[in-house]
């Protein structure tokens, strides 16, 4: 199977490059070797395109260019928002909320902090994935110094209430990071209108190149009442305001610059396109292929993914099946061959253990096309009925689904 032949429908875990990102990145490659703290005229042209690109990043979504901290990844960013606030305000207070939903990049930073004497809230969420704003009041404590709470989620697709949650932040005066790694360029984000403090993000999500991300950092040293509210990771010269010293990637993050300009000019038309051949996948197969249900919020969800459950089956061996017929989806946990734990999002929104285990995430992109889906469409249902007449679950054990009360059977 060739490359070009592939069906890729894993866009969540990382986007090939846009041809007109690669020029650029590949322009700067040749022509920007400078390092951008260098004094001479080589080393200024390099910082000119850093400060441009700092422009075209912050435009995306409505904030101050100086507020904007390139890094090497969405991990870093968000790092370095959570434990940089944490090492910093110590003196303020020892709790964090986030939600039981996050990424691992988010999840495990907050477990390591828990771990070193800070108390971490994970907020639960229904059975689409939302977190209940009263809970995050209730939760919120004269202690709380951060709330991190995810603009959309990567497995189930679903999109929390960001503005109400700013505006929680901001009325308790509260620092509110967001981790936007799946919603950057898929959907409008504005920090201003949505009262984000921190928001992370990563280029190759959205078509740019692997290895630069960048946390927003509203107003740091200047934020009322705060000063400088985060301490920095890493310690070293005086790049990014020393937020992130070391020599910045300048191809890598002009490419990601230039992936911020087409998403802002291409997003909406984008994702309606998208929502259409996503709600195509979704109805077909809910419609066509008993036992199958959606995870996540029907509408309240990114454009590009859908994320399916289906019953007696194990997602893993739905994805290896898919691949051997030259279709690249992915099961949207961190479960795999590795560990037999099911996926913290699954369980969080309600399904069982045996459930979590069945499901399949497919997620879209601007180089999806209705033949793509087509194609899928008509090799999926084989694959499920033959797993399913070999299924250990289907033919002993289908009392496990019987009596459920799990979220599925809710919606
Ligand atoms: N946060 C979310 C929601 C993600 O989906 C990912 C990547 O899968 C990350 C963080 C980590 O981003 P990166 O791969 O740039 O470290």
Redesign the pocket.
């Known amino acids: 199977m060739t490359n070009s032949k592939y069906i890729y429908l894993d866009y969540?875990?990382t986007t090939p490059m846009d041809p007109r990102v690669i020029e650029v990145v590949t322009k700067h490659f040749n022509e920007t070797y400078g390092n951008a703290s260098s004094l001479h005229t080589i080393g200024q042209i390099a910082h000119q395109v850093l400060e441009k690109s700092r422009e075209t990043v912050a435009l995306l979504i409505n904030a101050n260019n100086d507020d904007i901290y390139f890094t090497s990844?969405?991990?870093?960013s968000?790092n370095l928002a959570i434990k940089g606030v944490a090492l910093k305000n110590q003196d303020r207070g020892n709790h964090i909320i986030t939600s039981a939903i996050e990424?691992h990049?988010?999840y495990n930073p907050c477990s390591n902090l828990e771990k070193k004497g800070f108390k971490v809230s994970f907020l639960p969420v229904d059975k689409f994935g939302i977190i209940n704003l009263d809970d995050l009041e209730k939760a919120i404590t004269d202690k709380t110094i951060l709330i991190s709470i995810?603009f959309a989620n990567?497995e189930i697709g679903t999109i929390e209430p960001i503005k109400e949650i700013g505006e929680i932040a901001k009325k308790n005066d509260i620092i509110f990071h967001t981790?936007a790694?799946?919603a950057f360029g898929k959907v409008p984000i504005d920090v201003e209108v949505m009262n984000i403090d921190l928001l992370?993000a990563?280029s190759?999500?959205l078509y740019g190149p692997k290895g630069v991300?960048m946390l927003y950092i509203r107003n740091q040293g200047n934020r009322k009442g705060w000063g400088k509210y985060i301490e920095p990771l890493l310690h070293g010269g005086g790049h990014e305001k020393k937020m992130r010293p070391s020599t910045e990637n300048i191809p890598g993050i002009a490419g990601f610059a230039k992936a911020c300009e087409i998403a802002k000019e291409e997003m909406v038309v984008e994702a309606e396109k998208l929502i259409k051949l996503r709600d195509k996948i979704i109805n077909w197969a809910i419609e066509n292929i008993e036992d199958t249900y959606l995870n996540g919020h029907p509408t309240k969800r990114l454009p590009n993914n859908l994320n399916l459950g289906f019953k007696y089956v194990e997602g893993e061996s739905i994805l290896l099946s898919l691949d051997m017929e030259g279709i690249g989806a992915s099961t949207g946990s961190a479960c795999s061959s590795t560990s037999l734990e099911a996926s913290h999002v699954l369980l969080a929104i309600g399904l069982r253990p045996e459930e979590a285990h069945g499901s399949l995430r497919i997620t879209l992109g601007k180089f999806t096309t209705e033949d793509e889906v087509n194609y899928f469409l008509e090799k999926l249902p084989p694959i499920i009925e033959r797993l399913r007449k070999m299924s250990p679950l289907k033919k002993g054990v289908k009392y496990m689904f019987d009596d459920s009360d799990s979220a599925h059977n809710h919606h």
């Open positions: 969540a875990a990844s969405g991990t870093e968000d990424h990049a988010v995810m990567n981790d790694v799946q992370s990563s190759h999500k991300g």
